[in-house]
């Protein structure tokens, strides 16, 4: 037996020494593994700071409204965590192994920190748009307390002041406290703010007491100065009186709604008396305000009040009015071929239920009246130019809809608008032109169904088989069926387009293809029998005993042999199925002639064979016996 090979590694992992120590250290570590696990399980109780998702927890806590108390506890709470972490040892000893965990306290710490920050950013959020308000609030009600009292439009706007102000006072005065306070939390907290926001904070009480002090300066101010503007009220109310009597004289005598008037007109006189009606009411309410400011009894003014739901009826009909006028006049600018019919139909729906939206009451005003007929009339114009947009509109169309609407249409010019549409008496010759659009549409798809059958014909080729060892002297007969038979489904459709009573404009196309396609398949259909014929009387002249007895035949057969090689030699230089048979007359002469030569040449054959009295067997031979004729074999 071979000896084993001993290593260097064989001979230290026997070694009894060394297997001694391996047992003892793997003892060591079994021993101590329960010990380790036991340590690290101290810092479990810290598992939170890093298996819980900070965006979804702070999102959790902001749900429950929580208070700044709320915040400012849970910033204690990892302040608390910090601190005992960083009181953990820094190593813990387990037998022979010695674990440091000073790398953990700082990853834990970092964590607690983050947590910390987290909750600072929220209270800064907050309380930094909490604080905002109210800044916004002090400055506006300060500039309006800050105007100068002029006349009685200052007064209103202090005295607006003044009441906003007593109805925010108790909020502002709640609001401003928890803001300084949570500010004074985030800097306890050594949570950093941008010190512009610290600053901002330290302002707001000051801002909030100069506020009130510079209230009740305007305050006094009011009430020094209430006589002289009283007086003045009273004066003003005087001629406010007069002005609005005037203007309802005029409104009765010329205004929106007067009997008689075009709504156009309507339309104008409507924004002139607004005008005016804005200024009055905008006084009317200053008197108001004064009235109630100085204690006095408040004036009616009821034709005020019903000129005013006069004025807002009108405007939403003469709105809508002059709104479907642009539209609709702005469409006739669009040109012809950007015309979106789509995009104007759905305008027209939309208007349609704005009208059917408006009160009752206006819906006998003249305004109302023009404006439905106008969208009524455009929305019926919309299917005819639906129609004529079609892409099947030729130029003879435009032509036959201008002989029938005595209106010229230039569609090839560039500023052709639908303005030059419209401006044709469409709807009264709407089912003309219907008549005109359907057939433009029934054309396209004849000269798209004629375009086809000239596309297959322009692929057709014919296909040569082999006679003998002569050359391609023959048409392949499976394959000129299946031509012909072609050429039966392209007459059906071409039989179906003469019947249409659309094809006016292709009838000359239609007729010619017709007798191109009758012409060639009896072209076919003759070349074939001629072919049939050849190649029967081909075995009997060629070489053969008999063409020495009938020398005159065999000669005329030499004659009908060469033609048809020049024939067939003709059809390989033009493979294309029609052009080789009607392209000229040279298949329609030849081919009748030389089957009247070869029925020449059969004739004298079977006399020939009678007189002989051949066996029945060769007596019977016939153009059939050799194959099926449209076979090519």
């Known amino acids: ?278 200024d009055l009411w905008r006084k009317f309410n200053t008197y108001s305000d004064g009235e109630k400011l100085f204690g006095l009894a408040e004036t009616d003014y009821p034709d005020l009040q019903r000129i005013r739901k006069e004025l807002n009826l009108l405007s939403k009909l003469y709105g809508l009015y002059n709104t479907v006028n642009d539209t609709i006049d702005g469409y006739y600018d669009i040109p012809w071929l950007d015309v979106d019919i789509e995009k104007i139909n759905n305008d027209l729906i939309d208007f349609q239920n704005r009208c059917r939206k408006l009160p009752k009451a206006l819906r006998e005003w003249q305004a109302f009246l023009d404006l439905k007929q106008k969208i009524d009339d455009f929305n019926e114009t919309c299917p005819l130019l639906e129609m004529m947009a079609n892409k099947a509109m030729k130029t003879r169309h435009w032509d036959r809809i201008a002989d029938v609407t005595k209106h010229p249409f230039d569609i090839d010019a560039e500023n052709f608008q639908l303005r030059n549409i419209m401006e044709a008496p469409l709807l009264e010759h709407k089912e003309d032109i219907e008549d005109i659009c359907i057939a433009a549409v029934k054309e396209k798809d004849i000269d798209a169904k004629l375009k086809q059958v000239v596309l297959d014909w322009a692929t057709q080729e014919l296909a040569f088989g082999s006679f003998k060892s002569r050359g391609e002297l023959l048409l392949k007969g499976d394959h000129m069926g299946e031509i012909i038979t072609l050429m039966e489904d392209s007459l059906m459709v071409l039989s179906s387009l003469m019947s249409n009573r659309y094809n006016a404009p292709f009838k000359k196309d239609i007729q010619l293809w017709v007798q191109k396609l009758t012409n060639s398949t009896d072209i076919i259909e003759n070349w074939l029998q001629v072919q049939n014929l050849w190649v029967y009387l081909e075995a009997v002249f060629v070489g053969g005993d008999i063409a020495k007895q009938l020398p005159k035949e065999a000669k005329r057969f030499q004659g009908i042999d060469k033609s048809w090689v020049k024939i067939m030699t003709r059809s390989h230089e033009n493979i294309n199925v029609v052009q080789c048979c009607v392209g000229d007359e040279t298949m329609g002469q030849l081919l009748p002639h030389l089957l009247e030569q070869l029925e020449l040449c059969q004739k004298s054959l079977t006399g020939y064979l009678e007189k002989k009295r051949l066996p029945t067997f060769f007596l019977r031979l016939r153009p059939s016996a050799f194959g099926n004729p449209w076979s090519g074999q």
């Open 1 to 278: 037996e071979k000896k084993a090979v001993r290593t260097y590694f064989t001979n230290i992992h026997s070694n009894k020494d060394v297997v001694k120590m391996m047992s003892q250290l793997a003892t060591s570590i079994n021993v101590g593994k329960q010990s380790i696990v036991q340590a690290l399980d101290a810092y479990l109780v810290y598992e939170d700071l890093w298996k819980k998702d900070k965006e979804e927890a702070m999102k959790e806590f902001l749900e429950t409204d929580p208070r700044l108390g709320d915040f400012e506890s849970e910033i204690l709470r990892y302040d608390r965590l910090e601190e005992e972490i960083s009181e953990q040892p820094q190593s813990t000893d387990v037998g022979s192994i010695s674990l440091y965990s000073s790398e953990l306290k700082h990853a834990l710490v970092s964590e607690c920190r983050a947590w910390k920050s987290l909750h600072g950013h929220s209270v800064n959020v907050k309380f930094r748009t909490m604080m905002d308000e109210l800044l916004n609030l002090l400055d506006d009600i300060g500039k309006r307390l800050g105007r100068q009292v002029n006349d009685l439009d200052d007064v209103r706007t202090a005295m607006g002041a003044l009441k906003e102000m007593r109805e925010e006072e108790i909020r502002i005065d709640m609001s401003i406290g928890p803001v300084e306070e949570a500010y004074a939390m985030l800097n306890k907290h050594g949570i950093n703010v941008v010190q512009e926001e610290v600053e901002r904070c330290d302002s707001l009480r000051y801002k909030w007491e100069r506020l009130k002090e510079q209230a009740r300066g305007v305050q006094q101010h009011l009430i020094d100065i209430q006589p002289r503007f009283k007086s003045d009220l009273l004066e003003k109310m005087e001629i406010y009186q007069k002005l609005t009597s005037d203007y309802y004289r005029d409104y009765a005598e010329g205004g929106p709604n007067v009997d008689g008037i075009a709504p156009r007109e309507a339309s104008e006189r409507l924004q002139t008396f607004q005008v005016r009606f804005n």
